[in-house]
């Protein structure tokens, strides 16, 4: 039996992990944590009956250890690390809307546990920490985004030196056609493929989730951001694609469908039955893949040019980013502004490096920046 605690377990990606475990034999799910939506995480651990439930916020904790019965139950940041210490897991899903869990992450590793990571954040920030911690130890971390699952599957087996690119496709989100320009909040969260929270629905719009999905290729799969390209690829079909240097490519292509990289990253590299319908390849009538336009979708520009900064810029340029989406959520500025407030925040900032305190404090620096 692999148990399992799902971090974030109230979101897209959280509530699909779920439906994918409750269809798989031999997991169990030892543990839930939310962020504030302590009814959802309350339904969730009457039906899962698990041993453990966190909420970060504390606000909400009264509310939620009322409800609760035998399971025990934490709250904040802290609550998660607390958690994830007094339940046995092997595997911990992350699917935070944020890097919030990056210490709950760390300690999973230096268990030993294996990480399904959703949370591109966590990459984008800490990524030489986490990716050196989890070589170190051995741990198995593998990738939920589509198209980073994509590569991965692409890479099984193979040997890094034989590979030339990485190629990581991009819907094109809302606007690949329309113009940018007085769009409203709604256009800019009716993404045209996925169905996913609101933070990383704005990003792909931006496709500034494509510059952080540049900067986590490059931690994940050890490779310079000159090796990572970008297509656009509006049918969502092919996740993303390898090029060896004989010329031949290969790539991962299903029905568009997170259950499908979730499922695999819980059982890889077995493969299991799942609820995805299968992709009917003689009725796909085209596959078309264009090159990007960085000058109508500069973030894309931003994250390739923080990735080559390095140090502390990939971590700022994704605070600034978090800042400016939450901005934009809340009415305070247009979507034209986005990507103006990060490149500000950036040309602002002294890339250092050093601890994980180090890049916590950029974060806290960009976002107030990013405020102001
Ligand atoms: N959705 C997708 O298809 C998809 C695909 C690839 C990668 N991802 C990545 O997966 C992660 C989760 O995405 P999602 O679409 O599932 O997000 P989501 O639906 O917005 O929510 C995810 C979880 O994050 C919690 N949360 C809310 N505010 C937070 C905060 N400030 N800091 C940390 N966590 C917070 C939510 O808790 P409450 O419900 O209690 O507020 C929820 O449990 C993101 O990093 C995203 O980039 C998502």
Same mark, same amino acid.
């Given at each position: 039996?692999?148990?399992?605690i799902?971090?974030?377990?109230?979101?897209?990606?959280?509530?699909?992990?779920?439906?994918?475990?409750?269809?798989?034999?031999?997991?169990?799910?030892?543990?839930?944590?939310?962020?504030?939506?302590?009814?959802?995480?309350?339904?969730?651990?009457?039906?899962?009956?698990?041993?453990?439930?966190?909420?970060?916020?504390?606000?909400?904790?009264?509310?939620?250890?009322?409800?609760?019965?035998?399971?025990?139950?934490?709250?904040?940041?802290?609550?998660?690390?607390?958690?994830?210490?007094?339940?046995?897991?092997?595997t911990l899903i992350c699917?935070?809307?944020?890097?919030?869990?990056?210490?709950?992450?760390?300690?999973a590793?230096?268990?030993?546990m294996?990480i399904?990571?959703?949370?591109?954040?966590?990459?984008?920030?800490?990524?030489?920490?986490?990716?050196?911690?989890?070589?170190?130890?051995?741990?198995?971390?593998?990738?939920?985004?589509?198209?980073?699952?994509?590569?991965?599957?692409?890479?099984?087996?193979?040997?890094?030196?034989?590979?030339?690119?990485?190629? #990581?496709?991009?819907?094109?989100?809302?606007? @690949?056609?329309?113009?940018?320009? $007085? =769009? &409203? /909040?709604?256009?800019? *969260? +009716?993404?045209?493929?996925?169905?996913?929270?609101?933070?990383?629905?704005?990003?792909?719009?931006?496709?500034?989730?494509?510059?952080?999905?540049?900067?986590?290729?490059?931690?994940?799969?050890?490779?310079?951001?000159?090796?990572?390209?970008?297509?656009?690829?509006?049918?969502?079909?092919?996740?993303?694609?390898?090029?060896?240097?004989?010329?031949?490519?290969?790539?991962?292509?299903?029905?568009?469908?997170?259950?499908?990289?979730?499922?695999?990253?819980?059982?890889?590299?077995?493969?299991?039955?799942?609820?995805?319908?299968? #992709?009917?390849?003689?009725?796909?009538?085209? @596959?078309?893949?264009?090159?990007? $336009? =960085? &000058? /109508?979708?500069?973030? *894309? +520009?931003?994250?390739?040019?923080?990735?080559?900064?390095?140090?502390?810029?990939?971590?700022?340029?994704?605070?600034?980013?978090?800042?400016?989406?939450?901005?934009?959520?809340?009415?305070?500025?247009?979507?034209?502004?986005?990507?103006?407030?990060?490149?500000?925040?950036?040309?602002?900032?002294?890339?250092?490096?050093?601890?994980?305190?180090?890049?916590?404090?950029?974060?806290?620096?960009?976002?107030?920046?990013?405020?102001?």
């Amino acid at each position: 039996m692999k148990r399992v605690i799902i971090l974030g377990s109230t979101g897209s990606i959280g509530c699909n992990a779920i439906d994918v475990i409750s269809r798989l034999e031999n997991y169990s799910i030892v543990g839930l944590a939310a962020y504030g939506n302590y009814q959802r995480l309350t339904e969730q651990a009457k039906k899962l009956r698990p041993q453990a439930v966190t909420i970060i916020n504390q606000k909400f904790y009264k509310k939620l250890n009322a409800q609760m019965g035998r399971a025990l139950t934490f709250s904040g940041e802290g609550g998660v690390r607390e958690m994830i210490d007094a339940v046995k897991a092997d595997t911990l899903i992350c699917a935070l809307a944020s890097s919030l869990g990056i210490r709950g992450v760390i300690q999973a590793i230096e268990k030993k546990m294996e990480i399904c990571l959703a949370t591109k954040e966590i990459l984008v920030n800490f990524g030489h920490l986490i990716m050196g911690k989890v070589k170190k130890l051995g741990v198995r971390l593998i990738p939920i985004d589509s198209e980073h699952s994509a590569v991965y599957q692409c890479l099984e087996g193979r040997n890094m030196n034989d590979v030339l690119n990485i190629i #990581l496709t991009a819907s094109g989100g809302p606007f @690949l056609k329309k113009s940018i320009r $007085n =769009v &409203r /909040k709604e256009e800019v *969260l +009716r993404h045209p493929v996925w169905k996913m929270g609101k933070k990383i629905t704005v990003d792909s719009a931006t496709m500034m989730n494509k510059g952080l999905e540049v900067i986590e290729a490059h931690h994940l799969f050890d490779v310079p951001a000159n090796m990572i390209q970008v297509v656009i690829h509006p049918e969502a079909i092919c996740h993303s694609l390898v090029q060896f240097k004989d010329g031949t490519l290969l790539a991962q292509l299903s029905t568009p469908d997170m259950k499908l990289p979730i499922q695999y990253a819980l059982t890889a590299p077995h493969r299991l039955p799942s609820s995805t319908p299968y #992709l009917d390849i003689a009725r796909v009538k085209s @596959l078309t893949f264009t090159v990007p $336009n =960085v &000058r /109508k979708f500069p973030c *894309l +520009r931003l994250a390739y040019e923080a990735l080559e900064i390095g140090k502390t810029m990939p971590a700022v340029v994704n605070a600034a980013n978090e800042e400016a989406v939450r901005l934009f959520l809340e009415d305070k500025i247009v979507f034209s502004k986005i990507a103006g407030i990060i490149e500000g925040v950036m040309n602002k900032h002294q890339p250092l490096d050093g601890n994980l305190d180090c890049y916590l404090e950029a974060i806290s620096w960009a976002k107030s920046q990013a405020k102001a």
